[in-house]
């Protein structure tokens, strides 16, 4: 089984700060790491996934992460925010080849994040 | 490049009525999977399809079920409707060799009085 917690329901700051966007995850096996945006009344939009390799990803809109194995975290981090990145964000996880839920994305739930002007 | 396209939009429905959503994959994509999102929680997998066959599927009741076309599309049939059920559902396309690179559709919302 796998599961992912995201650890803050709602994060405020104010424009052009940083911001970080916590998640740890548990697995049996090992897992290919997922950061999705969704605006309000929308779907969900990839930003950046881990699936092997440089342990630091980036992604679109500034947007970079980083995966821990150890701390089995990964972590959602932007250097510079702006009032367009207001939105729900989550994190997913699916488990790899060799594992019973491979293909399957399981979600945290969800880190509001508003900026503030 | 027309992305994951769902409907419709919006539905309402009464207690004990069936719903059937649509979607229609990304082009190039092979692999449809369902998700419900449920006012103020993260999404939850249903199932997901390839090849037209059901290839993984989560903790959901058989009152749900779906379907893949030949053309990839999709289908989510959801029978006997309970007020639990009403929540935003999700479908995501993906290719058969890489299935966790998902990209989701706009969500229709379902509604149930």
């Known amino acids: 089984a796998q599961s992912v917690t995201q650890l803050d329901s709602q994060v405020p700051v104010f424009e052009e700060a940083p911001v970080e966007l916590r998640c740890n995850y548990s697995s049996s096996v090992s897992v290919y790491l997922f950061w999705y945006v969704q605006y309000p009344n929308q779907g969900l939009q990839l930003l950046l996934k881990?699936?092997?390799?440089?342990?630091l990803v980036k992604g679109i809109n500034g947007f970079e992460a980083e995966f821990n194995k150890s701390q089995t975290s990964f972590h959602l981090r932007k250097p510079s925010v702006h009032i367009s990145d207001t939105a729900e964000y989550f994190c997913a996880v699916s488990q790899n080849a060799g594992g019973t839920s491979y293909g399957k994305l399981t979600f945290g739930q969800g880190t509001i994040l508003t900026v503030h002007p | 490049d027309a992305g994951v396209t769902q409907s419709p939009t919006h539905l309402i429905k009464t207690r004990g009525q069936q719903v059937t959503l649509r979607c229609s994959p990304k082009?190039?994509?092979?692999?449809v999977s369902w998700y419900q999102q449920a006012l103020g929680q993260g999404p939850q997998f249903i199932f997901q399809y390839y090849e037209e066959e059901e290839r993984q599927r989560g903790n959901f009741p058989d009152r749900f079920s779906g379907h893949q076309f030949p053309n990839y599309s999709s289908e989510l049939n959801v029978n006997a409707l309970l007020l639990g059920d009403s929540a935003l559902y999700l479908c995501?396309?993906?290719?058969?060799?890489?299935?966790?690179?998902?990209?989701f559709g706009p969500g229709t919302r379902l509604t149930v009085t």
């Open positions: 995501a396309s993906s290719l058969g060799s890489i299935p966790y690179e998902q990209y």
């Open positions: 082009s190039g994509h092979d692999t």
């Open positions: 881990y699936l092997s390799g440089s342990t």
